[in-house]
C-alpha cells in the first residue's frame, strides 16, 4: 500500500478498527490477568486487601475495555461519530491494566519468598 491509500484507509474508519482490535485485545489480557490473580488466591491468604485490589482494578480495566469495543461497535452501527471519552477509556484501561499487575507480582514475589 501507498501512504495515499493507507491515509485514506485510516480516513473511511480504519482507524476505529484499529481501536475496536486495541480494546478487544486489551479486554482479553485483562480476563486472563484476572485468572492469573483467581489463580493465586489461595497462596496469597495473609494478603486479601491486596488480592482484592488487584481484582477490583484489573476488572476495571476489562470493563473500560470491553466498553469501548462496545461503544465503537454502537456508534458504527448508528452511523454516528465516535465519542470523545473513547480516549479516556484508551488511556485509563491499559493504566488500571498496568497497576493491576504490578499488584498481582508483588502478591506473587511476596509469596514465593519464605513465610
Known sequence: MTDEDEQMALDTGGGEALLYDYFKHLTQLSLFSLGGVLALAGSAASAR??????????????????????????????????????DFYRISAPLLLSLGLGIFLYLFIKTLGPA
Open 49 to 86: 486487601g491486596l488480592l482484592i485490589g488487584a481484582l477490583v482494578v484489573i476488572g476495571s480495566s476489562a470493563l473500560l475495555s470491553f466498553s469501548g469495543a462496545g461503544e465503537i461497535v454502537r456508534t458504527r452501527f448508528h452511523g454516528k461519530p465516535t465519542a470523545k471519552y473513547l
